[in-house]
C-alpha cells in the first residue's frame, strides 16, 4: 500500500514557555490517536515545540484506507415485511435479494454483507487534523479576529501538506498552505517549503533549531564552558535552563560582568539570594560561582540572536539593566536595616492573614504562644548540657548539638522571640520587590539588628521544607519554629472548615503536614501531636471566638496528617495497611509508630507472623459471624471454670501471659519482644482450631468459647490493629 507523509505546522505569536511541552506531547497524542482510529496509523510520529510554533512530521500514512467488509445479521426467515423494511435501510440495501439466507442453527436468517472501500486519506485528514487543533486544551486560551479557534495566542499561518500537497483546514483567515517563516531577527521574508526534509532544512538554515531537546542540551553546554573558561561554575537550576529554552528559537549563550560593589560580602555588599533572585526571576540570567560556592562577578545568559560583533553590544546592554536591578535591591537592602525587625512587629496587624482568621499580626502571637508550648515539650531532646556541648553530634539527640541550645529557658527564650520576629520582613521593601525571599532577609535583617545568630537562622528556615527536595532544619530553634508554623496553619484553617478536598489545597495544607511529618521523623523528635494540636486549637479559638466545624482539632487534622504520613511512606516503598493498623492504636508519636510499623513488617514477614495473622483472621471472622447473627457482642470476660478441653485452658493461660508481657514491651517501646511475645501464641492458636468445635449445641459453651476466641482478638489488637493487614 502506498503511503505519504504529513506536514503540520502552526505557527503563532510566543507560546509561554511553561506550556510548550505539555502541548506538543498533547497535539501528538490527538493526532496519533486519530489517525489510528480512522486506521491511518503512522509508521512515526515526532513533534517539535519552539516560542513561535508547534510542529508535527508523521512518516507511513497510508494513502487510502483499508477496504471493509461488514456484516450484518438481519430478520428471520419469513418474517414481517416492516422488519424487513427497517433491516434494509439500516444496511444501506434496497433488496432483499441483496442478501445471503444462512441457517444459525437456531433457523435461517437474512445477512446482509456490505462491501466498503476505503477513502482516501487526502479526504480524511482535513476534517481530524482540524478536530485535533480544536480539542487541544491549554491552561489559559484566547479568541482573535482571524479564526473562531480559540488558542492560547494568536495563530500566523498553518503547514499542512500530504505527500507534498496541501491540504485545506477550516481555521477561518488564517492562511494554510506550504509558507512559514524563520526566526524573528535572524531571517527575513517567507519560507515555502515542498516537504517536511525541506521544511527542515530551510528552518535550521533560517536559524531556527527545531529541536527542543537540542536545544536544552546546546544551552547547557554553552553555560558550563564559558564558566569553565573563567574558572568558576553554573549554579544548578535545571527549571530556568528548561525556562529560557521555550523562550529562544537559536539559543545564543553570552557571559557579562556584575558591577564588584554587588557581590562584596555583607553588608558591604548584596546577600547572595538576593544577587541570585534579581538575576533569576527578573531577567532569567544564570548565577557563577567561585569555587568555594560564593557568588563570582559573572552573570551568563541565553539570548536569542547571533549579534555582528559577537554579542558585545548585547552584553553591554544586559549589564545596564542588571545595574540598574541591582541597584534598586541594594537601595531597598539599605533602607529596610533602618529600622529593626522587632520595631516592624507591629505593622503586621494591618496584614490580613486570611478573613476568618485575623492579621498576620495574630498569626504571630499564635506561633509565638506555640513555640513556647512546643519549646518545652521538647527541650529534653533539643537542649545539651555544659559537659555536653563539646561532644561530638551522635545519635541519641540528633538535632541537639547542632546550635548548642542549654537548658529549658534557654530553648524556651529563643523560639518565642524567633517566632515573634518570623513574619516581620513581611513589610520591608526587599520583600515586597521579591516575595521569595520572605524569612531569608529576615535573617540578614535580625543578624543587623544584634538577634541571636541562632535566632536569625530559626527566622530563615522557619518555611522549610518547602517540598520533597528541600532541606529539613536540624537546629532546635528552627525546628520549633517550622513545626509552630505548620501547626498552626493546618490547625487554624481547619478549624474553619477550610481543609483540602479533592484537588483542591489553596492554602498547601497538604504541603505543610508533610512538613509536620519531615520534621519529626528527621530529627527523631518524640512529640505528643494529639496534644500539641489540642493547645493550638485552643489559641486559634481564644482569637477567633469559635469555629464552623464542630469537631476537635485533633479529631480532623490527625487522620490528615496519617494520610499525608501514607503518601510519604508509600513514596518511599512502606505498605499502607501496615500504616493503618498501627495509626489505629498509636495516632500520637509518629517516631514511635513507625518504630512499631517497622516491627510489624519485620514480624509478619516470618512464618510465625503469616500463620497468626491467618489465625487471627479466622478467630476474627468466627466472632463477627456469630455477633452479627445473635445480635450481639462477645467482649465479656472469658469463665475458664467452663472449660471442657485442655487445648481451651492451654490457649486462655498463654493469652493471659500474653497479655500481662505486651503492656510491659509496649509501654517500654520494645516492639520486637512484643513481637516475639505474640509469636509464641501460634501453638496453641493452631491446637485450639484443630481440636476445639466453636459452635456446639451447648449455648454457655459456645458462648465461653467465642469470647476466647474475641480475647484472642483484643490481645492481638495491642500491638497493631491486624483487621487492617492485606494479604
Same mark, same amino acid.
Given at each position: 500500500?502506498?503511503?505519504?507523509?504529513?506536514?503540520?505546522?502552526?505557527?503563532?505569536?510566543?507560546?509561554?514557555?511553561?506550556?510548550?511541552?505539555?502541548?506538543?506531547?498533547?497535539?501528538?497524542?490527538?493526532?496519533?490517536?486519530?489517525?489510528?482510529?480512522?486506521?491511518?496509523?503512522?509508521?512515526?510520529?515526532?513533534?517539535?515545540?519552539?516560542?513561535?510554533?508547534?510542529?508535527?512530521?508523521?512518516?507511513?500514512?497510508?494513502?487510502?484506507?483499508?477496504?471493509?467488509?461488514?456484516?450484518?445479521?438481519?430478520?428471520?426467515?419469513?418474517?414481517?415485511?416492516?422488519?424487513?423494511?427497517?433491516?434494509?435501510?439500516?444496511?444501506?440495501?434496497?433488496?432483499?435479494?441483496?442478501?445471503?439466507?444462512?441457517?444459525?442453527?437456531?433457523?435461517?436468517?437474512?445477512?446482509?454483507?456490505?462491501?466498503?472501500?476505503?477513502?482516501?486519506?487526502?479526504?480524511?485528514?482535513?476534517?481530524?487534523?482540524?478536530?485535533?487543533?480544536?480539542?487541544?486544551?491549554?491552561?489559559?486560551?484566547?479568541?482573535?479576529?482571524?479564526?473562531?479557534?480559540?488558542?492560547?495566542?494568536?495563530?500566523?499561518?498553518?503547514?499542512?501538506?500530504?505527500?507534498?500537497?496541501?491540504?485545506?483546514?477550516?481555521?477561518?483567515?488564517?492562511?494554510?498552505?506550504?509558507?512559514?517563516?524563520?526566526?524573528?531577527?535572524?531571517?527575513?521574508?517567507?519560507?515555502?517549503?515542498?516537504?517536511?526534509?525541506?521544511?527542515?532544512?530551510?528552518?535550521?538554515?533560517?536559524?531556527?533549531?527545531?529541536?527542543?531537546?537540542?536545544?536544552?542540551?546546546?544551552?547547557?553546554?554553552?553555560?558550563?564552558?564559558?564558566?569553565?573558561?573563567?574558572?568558576?561554575?553554573?549554579?544548578?537550576?535545571?527549571?530556568?535552563?528548561?525556562?529560557?529554552?521555550?523562550?529562544?528559537?537559536?539559543?545564543?549563550?553570552?557571559?557579562?560582568?556584575? &558591577?564588584?560593589?554587588?557581590?562584596?560580602?555583607?553588608?558591604?555588599?548584596?546577600?547572595?539570594?538576593?544577587?541570585?533572585?534579581?538575576?533569576?526571576?527578573?531577567?532569567?540570567?544564570?548565577?557563577?560561582?567561585?569555587?568555594?560556592?560564593?557568588? &563570582?562577578?559573572? @552573570?551568563?545568559?541565553?539570548?536569542?540572536?547571533?549579534?555582528?560583533?559577537?554579542?558585545?553590544?548585547?552584553?553591554?546592554?544586559?549589564?545596564?539593566?542588571?545595574? &540598574?536591578?541591582?541597584?534598586?535591591?541594594?537601595?531597598?537592602?539599605?533602607?529596610?536595616?533602618?529600622?529593626?525587625?522587632?520595631?516592624? !512587629?507591629?505593622?503586621?496587624?494591618?496584614?490580613?492573614?486570611?478573613?476568618?482568621?485575623?492579621?498576620?499580626?495574630?498569626?504571630?502571637?499564635?506561633?509565638?504562644?506555640?513555640?513556647?508550648?512546643?519549646?518545652?515539650?521538647?527541650?529534653?531532646?533539643?537542649?545539651?548540657?555544659?559537659?555536653?556541648?563539646?561532644?561530638?553530634?551522635?545519635?541519641?539527640?540528633?538535632?541537639?548539638?547542632?546550635?548548642?541550645?542549654?537548658?529549658?529557658?534557654?530553648?524556651?527564650?529563643?523560639?518565642?522571640?524567633?517566632?515573634?520576629?518570623?513574619?516581620?520582613?513581611?513589610?520591608?521593601?526587599?520583600?515586597?520587590?521579591?516575595?521569595?525571599?520572605?524569612?531569608?532577609?529576615?535573617?540578614?535583617?535580625?543578624?543587623?539588628?544584634?538577634?541571636?545568630?541562632? !535566632?536569625?537562622?530559626?527566622?530563615?528556615?522557619?518555611?522549610?521544607?518547602?517540598?520533597?527536595?528541600?532541606?529539613?532544619?536540624?537546629?532546635?530553634?528552627?525546628?520549633?519554629?517550622?513545626?509552630?508554623?505548620?501547626?498552626?496553619?493546618?490547625?487554624?484553617?481547619?478549624?474553619?472548615?477550610?481543609?483540602?478536598?479533592?484537588?483542591?489545597?489553596?492554602?498547601?495544607?497538604?504541603?505543610?503536614?508533610?512538613?509536620?511529618?519531615?520534621?519529626?521523623?528527621?530529627?527523631?523528635?518524640?512529640?505528643?501531636?494529639?496534644?500539641?494540636?489540642?493547645?493550638?486549637?485552643?489559641?486559634?479559638?481564644?482569637?477567633?471566638?469559635?469555629?464552623?466545624?464542630?469537631?476537635?482539632?485533633?479529631?480532623?487534622?490527625?487522620? @490528615?496528617?496519617?494520610?499525608?504520613?501514607?503518601?510519604?511512606?508509600?513514596?518511599?516503598? &512502606?505498605?499502607?495497611?501496615?500504616?493503618?493498623?498501627?495509626?489505629?492504636?498509636?495516632?500520637?508519636?509518629?517516631?514511635?509508630?513507625?518504630?512499631?510499623?517497622?516491627?510489624?513488617?519485620?514480624?509478619?514477614?516470618?512464618?510465625?507472623?503469616?500463620?497468626?495473622?491467618?489465625?487471627?483472621?479466622?478467630?476474627?471472622?468466627?466472632?463477627?459471624?456469630?455477633?452479627?447473627?445473635?445480635?450481639?457482642?462477645?467482649?465479656?470476660?472469658?469463665?475458664?471454670?467452663?472449660?471442657?478441653?485442655?487445648?481451651?485452658?492451654?490457649?486462655?493461660?498463654?493469652?493471659?501471659?500474653?497479655?500481662?508481657?505486651?503492656?510491659?514491651?509496649?509501654?517500654?517501646?520494645?516492639?520486637?519482644?512484643?513481637?516475639?511475645?505474640?509469636?509464641?501464641?501460634?501453638?496453641?492458636?493452631?491446637?485450639?482450631?484443630?481440636?476445639?468445635?466453636?459452635?456446639?449445641?451447648?449455648?454457655?459453651?459456645?458462648?465461653?468459647?467465642?469470647?476466647?476466641?474475641?480475647?484472642?482478638?483484643?490481645?492481638?489488637?495491642?500491638?497493631?490493629?491486624?483487621?487492617?493487614?492485606?494479604?
Amino acid at each position: 500500500m502506498a503511503r505519504g507523509e504529513l506536514l503540520l505546522e502552526l505557527l503563532s505569536e510566543e507560546l509561554p514557555a511553561a506550556m510548550q511541552r505539555r502541548a506538543i506531547e498533547d497535539l501528538v497524542g490527538l493526532i496519533g490517536d486519530k489517525l489510528n482510529a480512522a486506521e491511518l496509523g503512522a509508521h512515526e510520529l515526532r513533534g517539535y515545540v519552539t516560542p513561535r510554533r508547534l510542529a508535527i512530521i508523521a512518516d507511513g500514512i497510508p494513502e487510502r484506507q483499508p477496504e471493509r467488509r461488514e456484516e450484518r445479521r438481519g430478520p428471520r426467515l419469513g418474517a414481517p415485511q416492516p422488519a424487513l423494511d427497517g433491516f434494509l435501510r439500516s444496511a444501506g440495501l434496497t433488496s432483499i435479494d441483496q442478501c445471503e439466507v444462512r441457517d444459525t442453527g437456531r433457523g435461517e436468517f437474512y445477512f446482509a454483507v456490505v462491501e466498503r472501500p476505503g477513502r482516501a486519506a487526502a479526504e480524511i485528514l482535513p476534517d481530524l487534523l482540524g478536530a485535533a487543533i480544536t480539542q487541544l486544551s491549554w491552561p489559559k486560551s484566547m479568541r482573535f479576529p482571524a479564526s473562531p479557534l480559540r488558542w492560547v495566542r494568536p495563530l500566523s499561518s498553518v503547514i499542512c501538506l500530504f505527500g507534498g500537497d496541501i491540504l485545506p483546514l477550516a481555521l477561518g483567515d488564517i492562511p494554510v498552505g506550504r509558507t512559514t517563516r524563520g526566526h524573528r531577527f535572524l531571517s527575513q521574508g517567507d519560507i515555502t517549503v515542498r516537504n517536511a526534509a525541506d521544511y527542515l532544512d530551510k528552518l535550521e538554515r533560517a536559524h531556527v533549531m527545531l529541536d527542543h531537546d537540542r536545544r536544552h542540551d546546546l544551552i547547557m553546554a554553552e553555560l558550563d564552558r564559558l564558566a569553565a573558561a573563567e574558572g568558576l561554575s553554573v549554579k544548578p537550576d535545571i527549571d530556568l535552563i528548561n525556562q529560557v529554552t521555550g523562550l529562544v528559537e537559536w539559543p545564543v549563550v553570552l557571559m557579562g560582568k556584575i &558591577a564588584d560593589e554587588f557581590v562584596r560580602p555583607v553588608p558591604d555588599g548584596l546577600p547572595p539570594e538576593v544577587l541570585a533572585t534579581a538575576m533569576r526571576t527578573h531577567q532569567k540570567y544564570f548565577t557563577c560561582l567561585k569555587a568555594d560556592g560564593t557568588p &563570582a562577578p559573572r @552573570f551568563l545568559f541565553v539570548a536569542n540572536n547571533r549579534a555582528p560583533d559577537g554579542g558585545k553590544t548585547i552584553v553591554a546592554g544586559n549589564e545596564r539593566v542588571l545595574r &540598574a536591578r541591582l541597584s534598586d535591591a541594594r537601595f531597598f537592602f539599605d533602607q529596610d536595616r533602618n529600622l529593626r525587625l522587632d520595631d516592624r !512587629v507591629a505593622a503586621l496587624k494591618e496584614r490580613i492573614y486570611y478573613d476568618s482568621l485575623g492579621t498576620m499580626l495574630d498569626k504571630t502571637e499564635r506561633i509565638e504562644k506555640l513555640a513556647g508550648v512546643l519549646a518545652k515539650q521538647l527541650a529534653p531532646q533539643l537542649t545539651v548540657t555544659p559537659a555536653e556541648a563539646g561532644v561530638q553530634r551522635g545519635d541519641a539527640k540528633p538535632a541537639a548539638l547542632d546550635s548548642r541550645v542549654r537548658g529549658n529557658d534557654e530553648l524556651v527564650e529563643l523560639a518565642q522571640r524567633a517566632a515573634r520576629l518570623a513574619k516581620a520582613d513581611l513589610s520591608t521593601g526587599m520583600v515586597g520587590e521579591f516575595p521569595e525571599l520572605q524569612g531569608v532577609m529576615g535573617r540578614y535583617y535580625a543578624l543587623h539588628d544584634g538577634e541571636d545568630p541562632r !535566632v536569625a537562622a530559626a527566622i530563615a528556615e522557619h518555611y522549610k521544607p518547602l517540598g520533597p527536595n528541600d532541606t529539613c532544619p536540624t537546629a532546635p530553634v528552627s525546628i520549633i519554629l517550622a513545626l509552630a508554623d505548620k501547626i498552626d496553619a493546618l490547625a487554624a484553617f481547619f478549624s474553619i472548615g477550610e481543609a483540602p478536598t479533592g484537588s483542591r489545597d489553596p492554602f498547601a495544607l497538604r504541603r505543610a503536614a508533610l512538613g509536620v511529618i519531615r520534621l519529626i521523623v528527621s530529627n527523631r523528635l518524640r512529640l505528643s501531636l494529639g496534644q500539641t494540636l489540642s493547645y493550638a486549637d485552643i489559641t486559634v479559638l481564644q482569637q477567633t471566638g469559635g469555629r464552623s466545624v464542630q469537631r476537635s482539632i485533633r479529631e480532623a487534622v490527625l487522620p @490528615f496528617i496519617a494520610e499525608r504520613l501514607n503518601v510519604h511512606l508509600h513514596e518511599e516503598g &512502606a505498605r499502607h495497611d501496615l500504616l493503618a493498623a498501627v495509626f489505629a492504636v498509636d495516632k500520637d508519636d509518629l517516631v514511635r509508630l513507625l518504630a512499631r510499623v517497622d516491627a510489624l513488617s519485620r514480624f509478619l514477614a516470618t512464618d510465625d507472623g503469616a500463620n497468626l495473622l491467618v489465625a487471627y483472621r479466622r478467630a476474627a471472622n468466627i466472632v463477627a459471624i456469630e455477633e452479627r447473627r445473635d445480635s450481639r457482642k462477645y467482649d465479656d470476660l472469658v469463665d475458664p471454670s467452663g472449660f471442657k478441653l485442655p487445648e481451651e485452658t492451654a490457649l486462655y493461660q498463654r493469652l493471659g501471659g500474653i497479655a500481662v508481657a505486651l503492656k510491659a514491651f509496649l509501654e517500654s517501646e520494645n516492639f520486637e519482644g512484643a513481637m516475639n511475645r505474640l509469636a509464641t501464641l501460634r501453638r496453641p492458636v493452631d491446637e485450639f482450631f484443630e481440636k476445639v468445635t466453636v459452635n456446639t449445641d451447648d449455648r454457655r459453651l459456645r458462648e465461653n468459647r467465642l469470647q476466647l476466641l474475641s480475647r484472642i482478638r483484643n490481645v492481638m489488637n495491642q500491638v497493631a490493629d491486624f483487621s487492617q493487614i492485606e494479604g
